[in-house]
């Protein structure tokens, strides 16, 4: 069992930054791809960035793509994302997840772990 805690979510206004955690608890996560999706009320989730295992590989949506930077410490088992330029758009709860596979990937089926989400609210 992973558990997964995320941090560092709060109220900004727009244009401003915040730069989520997500740490790693139970066994270690080193060897399996990461994500970060979001959430609106009403709406489904959606995937916001990806990060392989060596952290070699990263995508991101188009939406956050310029903005957004996701990055990880195997050794601490904490995925970061780091949100600059933040719009209102982006508001929403942000949930941190753990792959199956080692591999980045954007599709919400292939993660088995997911922490309990921070909401971010960003204001006009």
């Known amino acids: 069992q992973v558990q997964l805690v995320e941090s560092g979510g709060g109220l900004v206004q727009a244009g401003g930054s915040l730069r989520l955690s997500c740490a790693a608890s139970?066994?270690?996560?080193?060897?399996?791809?990461m994500g970060w999706f979001r959430q609106v009320p009403g709406k489904e989730r959606e995937f916001v960035a990806t990060?392989?295992?060596?952290?070699?590989?990263?995508t991101y949506a188009d939406s956050v793509k310029g903005r957004f930077t996701i990055s990880r410490d195997n050794a601490e088992n904490m995925v970061y994302l780091q949100m600059n330029s933040l719009k209102p758009e982006d508001t929403a709860v942000y949930y941190c997840?753990?792959?199956?596979?080692?591999?980045?990937?954007?599709?919400?089926?292939?993660?088995?772990?997911w922490g309990q989400g921070t909401q971010v609210t960003v204001s006009s």
């Open positions: 997840a753990v792959a199956k596979g080692g591999v980045a990937t954007t599709t919400p089926y292939d993660y088995d772990y």
């Open positions: 139970g066994r270690t996560v080193s060897r399996r791809g």
């Open positions: 990060i392989s295992w060596t952290g070699g590989i990263t």
